[in-house]
């Protein structure tokens, strides 16, 4: 039974990590697996052999990525549209949910742009409203579902948030949504891969993940669900290669107004990249094999650690019943340098550094020995 499973030990050696790296920054970007490389290298090879690529190439390797990823999030195969990036998903979602005049769009303090943007157009074009939550000392969930009501179009915003690392309780925030008829869209960039997500019990209308990050996986793809009730939407492009008739290469010119089935209608053009399908294959792989539960009963002991040891040296975090095992954002020494981030990575320590906060963000490369040189170092570099 897959949950008698050993819990996973630490998985630095399975990385292209140097020994001297203390890499806590997978909300960055993640170093990549050697198995992941490896198939970048080979998608590369398979891109300089076009004599031996057949147009079963064009679609079974997108096929394969859509299984991996609706399977870590319980989803069907129809519902995943690739994508190049999260602004984009989220313009699709954007493009396809009605807002109308006076409605508002429900988003929290600080998220990341590319979840703002789409949403801040859509508002002005329709006259509606961005209501931004701002994020108070209690409970975080709280203030989001305080804030969705009957005048509630969509409710955009991440599952965990990106400099703080709070974690919101989807479920409790979609039931809300549903319950006023709004629309919930999770960027999940800065989660999925450390902490599970099911979207049969979450219910978003749309879910959106980089593959860069947590996902281990390339730059230049991000994976998009669609719930059944959006995937007769309006795609962003209208290209060929999510027509029912673009497998057949020498009728392409029959132009066919019907798109392939489910959520493909919404995948970008020349989503076929041997190296980007390659990596994301061979990463969604390995944490399909790890599981997204172990992966986050590996992180979570060491964002406790983070949290002790901000403790220890008197330094905000936000409360520990919030903290995802994704990330931690802490606050930092008053005596910091303006250029510590340039300080820490002279040690060979790497976190983000954003205004007087540092995020912390541990992931099955790292140990505990990883956290203790962070503090460690910035201890020697804030002491002086
Ligand atoms: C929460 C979150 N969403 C999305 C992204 C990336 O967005 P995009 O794919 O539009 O570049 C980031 C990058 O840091 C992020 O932190």
Redesign the pocket.
Known sequence: MELAREPLTCQRDAFELPEDICWLNS??MSPLLHSVSHAGYEGVRQRGQPWRLTADDFFNPAEEVRKLFSGLINADNDGIALV???????GIAARNVPVQRSQNIVVVEE?????IYPWRELASEQSATVRTVSLPQGNWTDAIVDHIDDKTAVVAI?H???TTGAQFDLGRIGERARQVGSALLV?A??SLGTLPLDVATVQPDFL???A??CMLGPYGL?YLYVAPRWREGKPLEEGWLNRANAADFSHLTDYCDEYMPGARRYDFGQRSSTILLSMAIASLTQIADWRIERIEQYTRPLIEHIVARADELGLWHPPIHSCSPCMVGIGLPGTSPSDLGKQLAKNGVYVSVRKNNARVAPHVYNSIADVDRFFDTLQQITAS
Do not use: I, R
Request: charged share 5%; no cysteine; glycine share 4%.
């Open positions: 909300a960055y190049p990036s999260v602004s984009y998903g989220v998220q990341f742009p590319s979840n991440p965990v948030h990106w960027d960039t800065q959106v993940a980089a860069y990050k991000s």
